[in-house]
């Protein structure tokens, strides 16, 4: 006999072990994306939709909030005034009091952008105080009031504008900037107090080079023959050359389309404060 062991049918053979992790697929490129994920279309699409959004984004960003949001903010300037004594007038060390004062106004750019300034002015006028009997206080409250208050005991009497002038030189001032103008001023005898009245033009929009922006005329300030301020519109360089009108009223409304027509954003800061004499009669 022969010693070989039978040779087993091929239906019979055992089936070796299928090689690899337990549970992994027959076939590693059986996982396939559908036919639309892979469409060169789709990719496209993918593509310009990321460039929108980066777009938007970018807009958003650079125009929308810095730009356009800080462009229609209101303006802010923050005006402070003060009068304060000086030493002497400078005769004898036994001269009475002084009434010479100097005034310091502070303008600030409290905004977030540059302001552009029109010729400013500032005036002042004392004010005397005059003792009455308190029982013609209910007479004298009926009103309308003015500018200056009633007292009981007193009444307030401003005199004649004392003292006027341009006020800043400056053209424009920064963010968080502030701009001073300091000047000396007399103020006559028996001046109780005093009234400054400060007028600041304020612009968004740099003006225009060649001073195009009022008919080739520049902003300057004066009185009318009744001791209003008005505003002039005078050639640059030629203060006998101005368009100089008599009704306050049309000179305001005239400025005021011109300027608005440019700038919608512009105004005109207008402060008065009353400051004590200290040391005065």
Known sequence: ???????KPHADRETLPRKGMPGA???????RLPAWMRSPSLHEWVRTLGIIIAASWGIYTFVWKEIYVPSQAPASISLE???????????SDSSPASLQRELKVSATNASNR???????FWELFPIRRQVLNRTSFPERAKGPFDALHVERGAELQPYPTEAA???FVDDHINPGETIHRSVIVSL???????????LVPVLTREPPRGNGLLGGRVLEWGYDKNDVVIPLLCLEGDPSNCLRLDDP???????????????????LNEQSVQVGLSGGS
């Open 188 to 198: 006559p005898p028996g001046a109780y107090a005093a009234q400054v009245d400060v």
């Open 165 to 167: 002038g341009k006020l």
């Open 81 to 91: 005034i003060s009068l304060t004594p000086i030493a002497g007038d400078g005769t």
């Open 25 to 31: 697929r027959a076939k590693a490129g059986s996982l």
């Open 249 to 267: 009223e049309k000179q305001d409304r005239l400025m005021d389309r011109k300027l608005k027509a440019f700038d919608s954003n512009y105004f």
């Open 114 to 120: 540059r302001l552009y300034l029109l010729s400013s």
């Open 1 to 7: 006999m022969s010693s070989e062991p039978p040779i």
